[in-house]
């Protein structure tokens, strides 16, 4: 069974301690690793999740203590929508293979992966002044602006270009 990992930051780590497991030494073939850190709209706790390969955004909201136990299933039906969302074709089966089950690490201090979430935090601070409350703040589509913004890292592709490129190669290597 594939196992993706999602690190997280000291912020986010203080907040779900009992979640934390042990690393373990197989990663997602496919997707690689994830960062996660933790913001919060109107006292609600939201998860700021990086594709360390990819650099693709989620926003999980409004996530709490309960959902941890589901956070497999929260997760991979976000990042369907989102995919969705952002044109990127996988059943949601073939993607719920590629994840398999989500082990929440603590922090492993990736400079990059951590660089990339404090960028887009900012942005996400700005929307979150633009859109008031949490009610009003659409997270698929500040997602979908986040994952349409060029990046450095990818020489300048968008994170839902290279993303798109992975998910079609493996569903294409599947066929």
């Known amino acids: 069974m594939n196992h993706t990992q999602i690190y997280t930051t000291r912020k986010l780590e203080k907040t779900i301690a009992k979640s934390i497991v042990e690393k373990s030494e197989t990663e997602n073939k496919i997707l690689g690793e994830w960062v996660a850190t933790i913001f919060y709209v109107d006292r609600k706790k939201c998860w700021l999740i990086v594709n360390k390969l990819t650099k693709y955004l989620l926003i999980l909201s409004d996530i709490k203590t309960s959902d941890l136990n589901n956070i497999t299933r929260i997760f991979t039906e976000t990042l369907h929508s989102q995919f969705k969302n952002d044109g990127i074709q996988i059943d949601y089966g073939t993607l719920s293979g590629i ?77």
């Open 99 to 175: 994840i398999g089950k989500i082990k929440l690490c603590e922090t492993n201090n990736d400079r990059s992966a951590n660089g990339s979430l404090n960028n887009c935090m900012y942005s996400i601070d700005h929307w979150k002044m633009e859109y008031g409350s949490f009610e009003n703040l659409p997270f698929q589509k500040i997602n979908s602006w986040l994952n349409s913004s060029p990046n450095q890292m990818l020489k300048w592709k968008y994170p839902k270009e290279v993303m798109n490129e992975i998910i079609k190669a493996y569903v294409q290597q599947r066929v």
